[in-house]
């Protein structure tokens, strides 16, 4: 795992400008740097050595006659059966990494070899003769992508990175908030908007797209996306299908030449990674409250699979008080309390010794595993009623004040599109509105952002259009960002089976009746399961990676904490001080429980200061 930066413009000093921009990101590739500059273009790199650790696997790479220049962050995990390939076309190979079957492979293919790769992957390969830049992002957006176009001496010129915080260092980039991410971000807790980000200008490249840039031009394309479309399969033969696919998936994960391991909770999908992987090390992570500490679980399911388990358990004072460096490695503000203990995760792996680790990431948004995918009991009621009395009853409940049974009716009553954004919902609209100076309160509503996601999936059914959903926002905006972001901000590199485009395709044609059945979710992976997982793992209900914020914040420590931010000056730039210190004291007197809406403020605020106000103060 690695990572890179870029620009093209006619800079007279970009090897002082790259060098810079290359230490901001040295985290993502301590152990070798590389770079490349001519009249009209500079690449730099960082590389975490995983395969091939000679100076041979270094980069930049470049094609056999020179002219064309590779940069490339992840792993090519289908790599020796298109290097075959080449080879039987005349390529040579001069080291034993993925890396070299992309520059090759563009050579031989141009554009279409995206078509071929497997694998998670952020590249750029620069052709000096054509001066044009082709950039390219993995199907799901495991790895990220971000570009800045700027203008110098009247010329349009642009930057790339694998981290936003390279570009800090570039004599071109206006650093400023852009003011239309923070209404949206208080609903959803993440940054959501697909291709915007908390800087303004600042553009992250979709999952499954790439770019050409050429004097001054940038062209956007489409290479790939999510298709559900039910095959009619048995159940029996969906099983075999995901077991057979999931095999060949982790075999291909876990190609590496430096040690490996595997992340492991109390659920499903990390479980069965786990026992399809059987890694010599696992490596959890608990919390102080018993509620809150799955770790038990982790260690148990290793010990019977005779596997060494490593454990640590965390408490509020160690969380928030690296909540200012976990918000500086996931360059934008990010409010998922589970990225708390993922830092730590990321960290006891590396102290470890160990350097790629296993997760179970995407299995929820492939094969159905979230709850709020099924329907609840209440809701299943409801919707027994007449459509032409269940509509009007919602309708007018919509403007009514809240009462006892309100969010079912309004959940039973109207289509999924209207009641549907995804796993958080932290602020309602006009409560995020409420709390905002008017500077901030102008943006594109929840309902503008999921709109584009659900047109692409008229006519399907509800849980299918939930699974897309989060597959487009949710898994590519939070959970996939955080993973890389805490996995390499310790410098381990975190692979994720599931989210293999041959998984996908098998979870594309599970008819929806097979994913939630039986009272469960993720049925068919349930049963894929049984043959690999004790009952008690695979029949066990999703918990997610519960954090106790909730209770911290009712402490007189943190509670102090995080008052001081919601005090500090340039709080009134943003929000109502009086409201969200009401939120605040609320809460720590036991009246209303405001942890999310808490804690999605606070990482903005300790996001703002570090990028803000500490950045311009030199720490």
Known sequence: MCGFVGFFDNSNNKEVILDKMMNRIVHRGPDMGGKYYDDDAALGFRRLSILDLSEAGGQPLYSHDGNKVLVFNGEIYNFEEIRSELMSKGYTFKSDTDSEVLIHGYVEYGEALVDRLRGMYAFCIWDKVEKKAFVVRDHFGIKPLYYYEYKKDGRDCLLIGSEIKSFLEHPDFKKEVNEKALRPYLTFQYSSQKDETFFKGVKRLEAGHYFTY????????????VDFND????????????EDVVADSVKLHKRSDVASGAFLSGGIDSSYITACLMPDKTFSIGFEQDNFDESTLAADLSKILGIENIRKTINGDDCLGKLAEIQYHMDEPQANPSTLPLYFLSKLVRDSGV??????EGADEIFGGYEWY?????????????GFILKPAAAIAKHLPEFHGKTTLLRAGRPVEETFIGEALIFEEDEAKDILKPKYQKSRSVRQITKEVYDMVKGKDDITKKQYLDIKLFMEGDILQKADKMSMAHSIELRVPFLDKEVMKVGEGISSDQKISHGTTKYVLRKTAEKKLPEEWYKRKKKGFPVPIRLWFQEEKHYN?????????YVDEFFDRDKINKLLDDHYHGITNNARKIYTVLVFLVWYKRYFIDEVAGN
């Open 355 to 360: 350097t790629v680790v296993l997760s179970g």
């Open 231 to 242: 095959t009619h399969s048995s159940l029996e033969e969906n099983i075999k299908k995901i």
């Open 374 to 386: 099924d329907t609840d009991p209440g809701q299943k009621k409801l919707k027994k009623l007449p």
């Open 214 to 225: 050429q004097d001054g031009k940038m062209e956007i394309k489409k290479y790939w996306d």
């Open 561 to 569: 904490f995080v008052k001081e931010y919601f005090n500090a000056d």
